[in-house]
């Protein structure tokens, strides 16, 4: 059985940081790709990082420039650093990773809170 465990969210101030992990653990053998979604209330949920098997990264226009997807290869874990946060950032985040074997799978999500 694969789990993805996310940790990181919480209450931030405009203009602070907060980084997003995602760990999966189970019979995986290693992660392939991965990204970040989130999803404020009334809006769907949209891609706003994402990184390739080599390594490769891509953002959306929203967040480039403050948020920095990584991964560590060993821990099977996925990051999202956040940085100069605003309230449009408030959202639920969530991880999505694809595996060595073919399947993909979801975290469970981490409430991201921006304000003052």
């Known amino acids: 059985q694969v789990q993805l465990v996310e940790s990181g969210g919480g209450l931030v101030q405009p203009g602070g940081s907060l980084r997003l992990s995602c760990a999966a653990s189970?019979?995986?053998?290693?992660?392939?790709?991965g990204s970040w979604h989130r999803q404020a209330p009334g809006h769907q949920r949209e891609l706003i990082a994402a990184?390739?098997?080599?390594?490769?990264?891509n953002y959306a226009d929203s967040v480039k420039g403050r948020f920095t997807i990584s991964r560590d290869n060993a821990k099977n874990t996925v990051y999202l650093q956040m940085n100069s946060l605003n309230a449009e950032d408030t959202a639920v985040y969530y991880c999505h990773v694809w595996t060595s074997l073919g399947k993909d799978y979801w975290g469970q999500g981490t409430q991201v809170t921006v304000s003052s």
């Open positions: 990184i390739s098997t080599t390594g490769n990264t």
């Open positions: 189970g019979t995986i053998f290693s992660l392939r790709s």
